[in-house]
C-alpha cells in the first residue's frame, strides 16, 4: 500500500510542477495556469473513470487488477489537482454554488482515494486467494460459465472468500460510481457556465 501512496504522491508534485511552470511562464497568468490545471485534471480523472467503469473493468479483470492501481491514482491525483485550483480559482468565502462543487470535487477525491488505498489491496488480495483455492480445486480455467458458484455450495471455504470477495468488491464499485457521479455533477457545473 505504501508504493501507491508514493506513486499518487509523485503524481501530484508533477501536477503542482506544471502549476508553477504554467503560472510562470511568459504571458500566462496565475489565474490561467489555474484554469488550465483544473480544467485538464478534471477531464483527465473524468476519462479515466468513464474508461474505468464503461471499458477498462473487464480489461483490467482480465490482467488480473494490474491496471487497477495505476487507474486509481492517476484518478485521485487529478481529482485532487482539479479540486485545489477549483479552491485556489474561487477563493473563500466561497459562494454556495461554489462551495458545493468544491465538496463534490472532494467527495469525488475522497472515493477515488478510498479506491486506490483500501478497497482495490483488499479486492486484489481477495482475487488471489479465491484463485489459489479454485486452482486447488482444479476450476476457474473455463472459459465462459464458471463452476465456482457450483464447487462453492458444497466447499465453505470457497463459499465464505467468494463472500469476501463480492463485498469488497461491490464497495469499491460503489466508490467507482460515486465518484462518476460526483464528477457528472461537476460536468454539469462547467457546462452550465460556458457561453456558446
Avoid at 131 to 155: C, F, M, P, T, Y
Amino acid at each position: 500500500m505504501y508504493v501507491h501512496s508514493v506513486r499518487w504522491l509523485e503524481m501530484l508534485q508533477l501536477l503542482l510542477a506544471v502549476f508553477v511552470l504554467l503560472a510562470g511562464g511568459p504571458g500566462l497568468g496565475t489565474t490561467a495556469a489555474a484554469k488550465a490545471v483544473h480544467l485538464l485534471c478534471f477531464a483527465t480523472s473524468w476519462g479515466v473513470t468513464v474508461w474505468a467503469i464503461l471499458v477498462g473493468g473487464v480489461i483490467m479483470f482480465l490482467l488480473r487488477g494490474k491496471v487497477f492501481q495505476a487507474c486509481f491514482a492517476l484518478n485521485a491525483a487529478c481529482t485532487a489537482a482539479s479540486a485545489a485550483a477549483f479552491a485556489w480559482l474561487h477563493r473563500p468565502p466561497w459562494p454556495p454554488a461554489e462551495r458545493r462543487q468544491l465538496a463534490v470535487l472532494l467527495v469525488a477525491a475522497g472515493f477515488d482515494l478510498a479506491n486506490l488505498l483500501i478497497f482495490t489491496p483488499r479486492t486484489l488480495e481477495m482475487m488471489k486467494k479465491r484463485h489459489k483455492i479454485e486452482r486447488d480445486l482444479s476450476i476457474g480455467e473455463e472459459v465462459g460459465w464458471s463452476k465456482n458458484v457450483q464447487v462453492a455450495k458444497n466447499n465453505p471455504t470457497l463459499a465464505a472468500i467468494n463472500k469476501k470477495f463480492g463485498m469488497i468488491h461491490g464497495l469499491s464499485s460503489l466508490a467507482n460510481i460515486m465518484s462518476f457521479g460526483s464528477l457528472a455533477m461537476h460536468s454539469w457545473y462547467l457546462a452550465s457556465k460556458l457561453e456558446m
